[in-house]
């Protein structure tokens, strides 16, 4: 079976600055998609970013970009220029074929 | 385009009572997704619809919950009798099944107390 695991319950970072949170899986599929999700106080969740399992390159959206690194099952997220806003719960998934599967997330603290 | 509605936001409970929650998903959207999230844990899909039919329920407690979604739009679900351990936020999410990497859209969730 398909696992998710993040092994940072809990990450801060200065305004501004760089942070870099973890996750890993475990699979024996070869093609399937990896998902980073944000999930504000509020409690909605929202994609942050996306990684085909096939393609080779890194995805970047804006201030936020992968490490891919399928040999490894490594799918880390990097936020760069830090803002308030990105604090929240943040959650690593897989989803093969169509069922996503959530790790236990990591609350991310900014700092003014 | 509105997003995946979801009521009511918050419900308490005592256990062995009955509570029903609804969402109606983004529109167009055939698949809809009901996700339990425990507090300091990932969501954990329950049941998964393809209009109105079921995909996969594995994970739903059949002897206590139960789920319809019987015109492929909105969905209802429903937990009887509840358990102390039922505490949680339920999220609902739907997904149109053609796009390329079929992204999930979450609603704001229930948050569930039973005392």
């Known amino acids: 079976a398909q696992t998710v695991t993040q092994s940072q319950p809990e990450m801060s970072v200065q305004e501004a600055e760089t942070v870099t949170l973890s996750c890993t899986y475990d699979?024996?599929?070869?093609?399937?998609?990896l998902f980073w999700y944000k999930q504000p106080p509020s409690r909605q969740m929202i994609l942050v970013i996306r990684?085909?399992?096939?393609?080779?390159q890194n995805a970047t959206e804006n201030r936020f970009s992968v490490n891919f690194q399928k040999a490894a099952k490594s799918f880390s997220l990097k936020i760069s220029d830090s803002q308030l806003g990105d604090a929240a719960m943040y959650f690593c998934a897989y989803r093969s074929p169509w069922k996503l599967i959530f790790g236990t997330g990591t609350r991310l603290q900014v700092f003014p | 385009e509105a997003g995946v509605a979801q009521s009511p936001r918050y419900k308490i409970i005592e256990k062995r009572q009955s509570v029903a929650f609804w969402c109606n998903p983004i529109?167009?959207?055939?698949?809809l997704y009901w996700y339990q999230q425990i507090l300091g844990q990932g969501p954990k899909l329950l049941i998964q619809f393809q209009n109105n039919g079921v995909v996969d329920d594995s994970q739903l407690p059949k002897d206590r919950f139960s789920a319809e979604r019987l015109k492929g739009v909105d969905s209802t679900l429903k937990i009887q009798p509840a358990k102390l351990e039922d505490s949680a936020v339920y999220l609902c999410a739907s997904s149109n099944t053609s796009g390329p990497s079929y992204e999930q859209y979450f609603g704001p969730g229930t948050r569930l107390t039973v005392t």
């Open positions: 529109s167009g959207h055939a698949t």
């Open positions: 990684q085909e399992a096939y393609k080779q």
């Open positions: 699979t024996s599929e070869s093609d399937y998609y």
